[in-house]
């Protein structure tokens, strides 16, 4: 079955630890997004990217870090820069950039400070 | 600045209640209008898109409405089962970018 993979389910971050969330697709989709969602708040976007080798800023970038050297794969580096990382983080994905295609997404990796 | 608003935040209903969710946007130039379903600890499930030309879209026992002028969709549940109990998600995206805003939710528990 196509879908997207995040893992682990659950990480824990010591302080001043770089921690990387990783996320694979294989629906063949061109888009990849990251979401940060903490609990009575909506989905806020942290980078997101259109093609291999290339990603944008969302709204809440600092502290955080991405690559696409892959297509179906988009992992998120949670640096220590980022003060308060604790949340439940979010991978998207769709068919193409654009606003025509639906997103579809992971189950969730839940990060915790140690 | 494009701002998802979801009333109520909580909902409590017997089985069988048809009812209606509400989703409100402040901008009305978007492309389209997605509604999803979180179960808690989980990710985010797709359930439909309607896009700015459609008035509404139906699956199943769902149906969602979208009135661009008055910045307003309904998710509309039919003959609410258990099952159905989640935390019900809209979204739309920024006009000329590939952002989605996300509203906070309503959350609903369907009593059996």
């Known amino acids: 079955d196509g879908g997207i993979t995040q893992s682990p389910k659950y990480l824990f971050r010591k302080e001043g630890q770089n921690v990387t969330l990783s996320c694979e697709q294989n629906?063949?989709?061109?888009?990849m997004y990251w979401y940060r969602q903490d609990p009575g708040q909506g989905l806020r976007l942290i980078y997101y990217s259109q093609i291999v080798n290339d990603f944008q800023k969302g709204d809440i970038a600092e502290g955080y870090s991405v690559s696409r050297e892959k297509k179906e794969s988009f992992p998120l580096t949670v640096t220590s820069a980022q003060k308060n990382p604790t949340a439940f983080y979010l991978c998207?994905?769709?068919?193409?950039?654009?606003?025509?295609?639906?997103?579809?997404f992971g189950d969730g990796t839940r990060l915790s400070i140690l | 600045k494009q701002e998802v608003t979801q009333i109520p935040a909580a909902l409590s209903v017997p089985e069988g209640e048809n009812l209606v969710l509400n989703c409100s946007f402040t901008?009305?130039?978007?492309?389209?209008l997605q509604w999803f379903r979180q179960d808690p600890g989980k990710g985010l499930t797709s359930l439909l898109l309607i896009q700015s030309s459609q008035r509404e879209q139906t699956s199943g026992r769902l149906n969602a409405s979208l009135d661009k002028s008055s910045g307003r969709s309904t998710l509309y549940i039919a003959a609410s089962q258990p099952g159905d109990s989640a935390t019900y998600l809209c979204a739309v995206p920024l006009s000329g970018t590939y952002k989605y805003i996300f509203g906070t939710g309503t959350r609903l528990k369907v009593l059996a």
């Open positions: 901008d009305s130039a978007i492309y389209n």
């Open positions: 998207a994905s769709s068919m193409r950039q654009g606003n025509d295609q639906p997103q579809h």
């Open positions: 629906l063949n989709h061109d888009a």
